[in-house]
């Protein structure tokens, strides 16, 4: 049964190298796993403009804007903090690739900022 889900959450993918444009693929492909998200962009630091019809944005955009609800957190690992520690503090929701910080201070920092926000961050 395919069913068309009632709601969809606008997703921003963060990183534009490997990791990034493979999360970018799987959700521009129609697959359960991406039923319920709707790719609105990509943020990279090179000026790439698109990458296979998806268009780039900025990070200032990413995090102001309301149709962005999650954001992919693909970059290298030394940036995932920051990364994090900003989609948090704009009310987005945050999947990061792992490792999630460099440290478990860091680590366990987001981990109660995300709660606080009540937002998910989920390192997969």
Same mark, same amino acid.
């Given at each position: 049964?395919? *069913?068309?889900?009632?709601?969809?959450?606008?997703? *921003?993918?963060?990183? %534009?190298?490997? %990791? /990034?444009? =493979?999360?970018? &693929?799987?959700?521009?492909?129609?697959? +359960?796993?991406? %039923?319920?998200?709707?790719?609105? /962009?990509? =943020?990279?630091? $090179?000026?790439?403009?698109? =990458?296979? @019809?998806?268009? $780039?944005?900025?990070?200032?955009? %990413?995090?102001?804007?309301?149709?962005? @609800?999650? +954001?992919?957190?693909?970059?290298?690992?030394?940036?995932?903090?920051?990364?994090?520690?900003?989609?948090?503090?704009?009310? &987005?929701?945050?999947?990061?690739?792992?490792?999630?910080?460099?440290?478990? #201070?860091? #680590?366990?920092?987001?981990?109660?900022?995300?709660?606080?926000?009540?937002? *998910?961050?989920?390192?997969?």
């Amino acid at each position: 049964m395919n *069913v068309e889900p009632e709601r969809k959450f606008g997703v *921003v993918v963060v990183g %534009a190298g490997r %990791a /990034g444009s =493979i999360r970018m &693929k799987d959700l521009r492909n129609p697959h +359960a796993s991406s %039923a319920f998200l709707n790719l609105i /962009g990509f =943020i990279s630091r $090179q000026e790439l403009k698109y =990458i296979d @019809e998806v268009q $780039q944005i900025s990070l200032e955009d %990413a995090l102001s804007s309301q149709e962005v @609800e999650v +954001a992919y957190i693909c970059s290298e690992s030394t940036s995932h903090e920051d990364y994090i520690r900003q989609f948090l503090n704009a009310g &987005k929701h945050v999947l990061v690739e792992y490792p999630m910080t460099l440290s478990r #201070a860091a #680590a366990q920092d987001l981990w109660e900022l995300a709660e606080q926000k009540g937002d *998910v961050c989920s390192v997969f």
